[in-house]
């Protein structure tokens, strides 16, 4: 079983939950922040210091790979920590992100998230199956191209718009990469077109309040990684959402690795995705 389309057709939802399985024993195994916070001493190749769980969760998900490889489904995986795996087939990509929202999950704050998506090409345009499990909120989200979006089984309402104040802004937006300084650069912009903003820590996450109608929209206020946005971003869209990656050509031609490629903006309508994507200093 070598080729593009069947190595797509591998039994990607049931791999991811696995791993959420296994993710799960490992963070019930470290629930202590000073256990989870220690460092392995080198980076990942989104640039980032990795910690010993980022790279136990990894190991978690490479080992679900690892078990396909051996069946003779072939693929290459990108990884926020390794990097380019070849499991010997490029044109399918298995974008993973082990957990979103590191910083999170070393807290054990509420939301953080293990990423997976799968793609016949090397852009946003391209996934084909995306899959997002949230360990805080205990609510697993999930999306093939042309079928729909789904949080926990149930099929998401794709009719949803946007809720507005009666002055005309969003009611609730979501922001990522919350450094202070980044929220100060963007601060009129977001003064200009949001009533209330919320911060979870995770890209992943927030693109699936996006896709539920929770949050009205969401844009990260620096450039992000695909790594991190490829599984959410089909949900989103498959939900009825909309998404675009702002500094790139074309809305969905980001590519999805771990380099920080563009600011990202999600929203239920038209005019809340053109407003949002106004706001990034």
């Known amino acids: 079983m070598t080729s593009t389309r069947t190595a797509l057709d591998a039994d990607w939802l049931g791999a991811c939950r696995r791993a959420v399985t296994g993710l799960e024993r490992l963070l019930a195994a470290t629930p202590l922040t000073e256990d989870r916070a220690r460092e392995t001493g ?75 998506a799968v793609a016949d090409g090397e852009n946003a345009s391209d996934v084909q ?64 077109c949001t009533h209330r903003v919320r911060a979870l820590g995770t890209i992943a996450s927030t693109l699936c309040q996006v896709a539920a109608a929770r949050f009205d929209g969401m844009v990260t206020l620096q450039r992000s990684r ?12 498959e939900a009825g959402g909309l998404v675009s990656f702002i500094d790139c050509e074309e809305p969905l031609a980001a590519r999805m690795d771990a380099t920080p490629v563009s600011h990202l903006v999600a929203a239920r309508t038209a005019r809340g995705l053109e407003e949002l994507g106004r706001v990034p200093a």
């Open 129 to 192: 199956f995306g899959f997002v499990h949230d360990f805080g909120a205990r609510e697993q989200w999930w999306a093939f191209r042309g079928e729909g979006a789904f949080r926990d089984g149930v099929r998401l309402d794709v009719s949803p718009g946007e809720r507005r104040t009666p002055d005309g802004r969003l009611e609730l937006v979501g922001i990522e990469s919350a450094d202070p300084r980044w929220v100060a650069a963007s601060i009129d912009g977001l003064l200009g």
């Open 42 to 116: 080198t980076r990942g190749s989104g640039g980032d210091r990795t910690l010993e769980i980022d790279k136990a969760a990894e190991d978690v998900v490479v080992d679900e790979l690892d078990a396909f490889r051996a069946e003779g489904y072939r693929f290459c995986a990108v990884s926020e920590e390794r990097g380019v795996i070849d499991y010997g087939d490029s044109t399918v990509r298995v974008i993973i992100d082990p957990i979103d929202g590191s910083l999170n999950a070393k807290r054990d704050a509420l939301h953080y998230a293990l990423s997976i």
């Open 226 to 237: 695909g790594v991190d946005a490829a599984a959410g971003q089909l949900i989103v869209r």
